[in-house]
């Protein structure tokens, strides 16, 4: 209760019961029967509200019921079921649950009246998530129970809590030039003669140790005289792989304004736009330990893949450039890669060694560069902007030698307009002086 509504209550239990006594006292002075009764009746309504409240608050119960995901700056309708199980009516029933994603995470509301044995009353209200992505609490809720007289309140708790995850806000992504890929990538020809598990047949073989019994073709072993094994075409499906910078260096900026705040939506919107498309998508960050979802189709992995998003936070110590170099023994033949760097200055030495690496692999790239000084004070960062255009030049350089436009991003930039153009990735093309990728640390892989 507010100390308004505690004085109030206080303050008209107090006048009955200044009354009650002045009745009584009056009544013996006196000898009036009628003050007496008086006085004994207000004790015994004082006695029976009080009697009425505990009994009334034991019978009550709620429950609440949301949607556990939601979206950055989407609002959330949360309903709370009311059911009474006494055989006596509630009155001023005062809730108060909390919704920490709220900007205002209190949410008051009352119900007048809850009838005696009541199948339930459904009352709602809406949450805002304004404080970003992450993981929520919604609770616990509180319940205020009074008498029809309101002398008396009772305080119930319901502790249980539920948990909302708030995910990047994503924007549409217009093309990333998968389409062309799996017309035009090296891999997606003769992937068409590889042997797999698709539903057309392709040719049949002897049996080796290991085969698939099921695929044995009989009458060719009958005709034999030893065991021959259907083969069937391989499924060709492109697969995707998003590199997240969560490296706690890389951070410029504060909040959701910051440039790793902008990868993860630029991360959540690129896998959305891949799996709508039915492409494989493979996320590859370490927050400290590394983390690897493995490439998969279909919403429940798009899920999976947004769940991760909502928890990572800027707490990695692995320069970006050694994340991809570690991770490209995840990266299939003729994949496609997205690079998101959160800066300009991007070591030649180590871009020289991951190139090489993703032209082993017929990989095809997807760069997205952020202007990192766009993203710190202005105090702070006037330097780092005047060189901007230089920086930006030698960045534009650097990928010109393999044959890369980049994306570049600035901060308070609209994604939706940025992602809006399509975007062609083309194969990279390394020089032959290009020096071999570092050892690297093994990452751990997590499904």
Same mark, same amino acid.
């Given at each position: 209760m507010t100390p308004y509504e505690t004085i109030r209550t206080v303050t008209r239990r107090g006048v009955v019961l200044t009354l009650a006594v002045f009745c009584g006292v009056m009544g013996f002075y006196y000898g009036s029967g009628l003050l007496i009764a008086m006085c004994e009746a207000l004790v015994a309504t004082v006695a029976l509200a009080y009697a009425y409240?505990?009994?009334?608050?034991?019978?009550?119960?709620?429950?609440?019921?949301?949607?556990?995901?939601?979206?950055?700056?989407?609002?959330?309708?949360?309903?709370?079921?009311?059911? $009474?199980?006494?055989?006596?009516?509630?009155?001023?029933?005062?809730?108060?649950?909390?919704?920490?994603?709220?900007?205002?995470p209190l949410k008051h509301l009352v119900v007048q009246r809850v009838p005696a044995r009541s199948s339930g009353l459904q009352i709602e209200y809406i949450g805002a998530c304004v404080h970003g992505r992450g993981r929520f609490d919604v609770g616990p809720l509180e319940a205020t129970v009074s008498d029809p007289l309101g002398l008396f309140t009772r305080r119930r708790v319901f502790a249980e809590r539920g948990e909302l995850v708030v995910y990047p806000r994503t924007f549409p992504v217009r093309d990333l030039g998968l389409q062309e890929l799996m017309w035009r990538a090296p891999v997606s020809a003769p992937s068409n003669f590889r042997a797999g598990q698709a539903a057309t047949f392709l040719g049949t073989r002897e049996y080796r140790a290991g085969d698939n019994v099921r695929h044995i073709h009989w009458p060719?072993?009958?005709?034999?005289?030893?065991?021959?094994?259907?083969?069937?075409?391989?499924? #060709? $499906?492109?697969?995707?792989?998003?590199?997240?910078?969560?490296?706690?260096?890389?951070?410029?900026?504060?909040?959701?304004?910051? $440039? *790793?705040?902008?990868?993860?939506? *630029?991360?959540?919107?690129?896998?959305?736009?891949?799996?709508?498309?039915l492409f494989a998508c493979q996320l590859i960050a370490d927050p400290g330990p590394p983390i690897v979802i493995?490439?998969?189709?279909?919403?429940?992995?798009?899920?999976?893949?947004?769940?991760?998003?909502?928890?990572?936070?800027?707490?990695?110590?692995?320069?970006?450039?050694?994340?991809?170099?570690?991770?490209?023994?995840?990266?299939?033949?003729?994949?496609?890669?997205?690079?998101?760097? #959160?800066?300009?200055?991007?070591?030649?030495?180590?871009?020289?060694?991951?190139?090489?690496?993703?032209?082993?692999?017929?990989?095809?790239?997807?760069?997205?560069?952020?202007?990192?000084?766009?993203?710190?004070?202005?105090?702070?960062?006037?330097?780092?902007?005047?060189?901007?255009?230089?920086?930006?030049?030698?960045?534009?350089?650097?990928?010109?030698?393999?044959?890369?436009?980049?994306?570049?991003?600035?901060?308070?930039?609209?994604?939706?307009?940025?992602?809006?153009?399509? *975007?062609?990735?083309?194969?990279?093309?390394?020089?032959?002086?290009?020096?071999?990728?570092?050892?690297?640390?093994?990452?751990?892989?997590?499904?």
């Open positions: 409240v505990r009994m009334a608050a034991a019978g009550l119960s709620i429950a609440r019921t949301f949607t556990p995901r939601a979206y950055e700056e989407e609002q959330v309708r949360v309903a709370l079921r009311v059911r $009474n199980r006494s055989w006596l009516p509630l009155y001023l029933v005062e809730l108060r649950d909390w919704f920490a994603a709220d900007g205002l060719s072993t009958a005709r034999w005289g030893k065991l021959i094994l259907k083969e069937f075409e391989v499924d #060709t $499906n492109l697969e995707v792989t998003i590199f997240l910078d969560l490296c706690q260096k890389s951070l410029r900026g504060v909040g959701r304004g910051s $440039n *790793i705040e902008y990868g993860v939506r *630029i991360a959540a919107s690129i896998a959305d736009h891949v799996t709508q498309r493995p490439p998969r189709t279909g919403k429940h992995h798009l899920i999976a893949i947004l769940d991760t998003l909502a928890r990572v936070r800027s707490t990695g110590r692995q320069p970006y450039l050694d994340l991809v170099t570690a991770g490209m023994r995840f990266v299939g033949d003729g994949a496609a890669v997205v690079l998101l760097f #959160t800066t300009l200055d991007i070591p030649e030495d180590g871009f020289y060694a991951v190139s090489a690496e993703l032209m082993r692999k017929g990989a095809r790239v997807v760069p997205v560069v952020m202007d990192e000084s766009t993203f710190l004070p202005v105090e702070t960062a006037g330097m780092r902007r005047a060189e901007g255009e230089k920086r930006l030049a030698k960045v534009r350089q650097l990928f010109g030698l393999f044959g890369v436009e980049p994306l570049v991003i600035r901060s308070g930039e609209d994604l939706a307009r940025a992602f809006g153009r399509p *975007i062609a990735p083309r194969a990279v093309k390394v020089p032959e002086s290009a020096p071999p990728p570092p050892d690297v640390e093994i990452l751990e892989v997590r499904a």
